[in-house]
């Protein structure tokens, strides 16, 4: 039914939003990744909000992330087009909960991983608003700074500083 509903309207979000969820529970991770992913394409706002109402939506994004950046199990969304949906997925997971610090984290380094330097440093920077002393983030904010923006390193330089006095016991 679901599958008739999106056939006949392909805007109907809520169709596919089901037909991901079914594919994911069936364990077909390559099917949940793309119609979950079509509703990203189009909007992350939309797809979080059809994920609010569903206590297990947040759980299966991460699990998916996880196939799309590990590579176990999916094949057909690798690559850097896989990476533009694990971006699009933490992007919806970060509509659902702006404070997570540990998926601006994730953006941060999906940012990075595909070349995006200026997305990736503004995601460590709102991970670091929200946990200024956590010295991975530090650190990454001074990698990307330094290796991927070739800043002059005035901002880099206090970032690992304090990175590596966080660190220390």
């Not at 077909?28 to 297990?56: F, H, P």
């Amino acid at each position: 039914a679901f599958r008739l509903a999106a056939l006949k309207n392909p805007a109907d979000t809520s169709a596919r939003y089901y037909l991901g969820k079914i594919a994911f529970l069936e364990k077909k991770n390559d099917e949940a990744i793309a119609e979950l992913d079509a509703i990203a394409k189009y909007s992350t706002k939309e797809l979080a909000a059809l994920g609010r109402q569903d206590g297990n939506f947040v759980p299966m994004i991460q699990f998916l992330v996880g196939k799309i950046v590990g590579g176990s199990g999916v094949t057909s969304v690798g690559g850097k087009r896989g990476m533009d949906s694990a971006i699009r997925f933490t992007r919806t997971l970060l509509e659902i909960d702006p404070r997570n610090v540990s998926e601006w984290n994730n953006l941060g380094l999906f940012c990075r991983d595909t070349g995006r330097a200026k997305e990736a440093y503004v995601a460590y920077r709102r991970a670091l608003d929200l946990n200024p002393r956590d010295p991975r983030l530090l650190n990454d904010t001074a990698v990307v700074l330094h290796y991927d923006l070739k800043s002059d390193d005035a901002e880099a330089r206090p970032a690992v500083t304090r990175a590596s006095r966080s660190a220390a016991p």
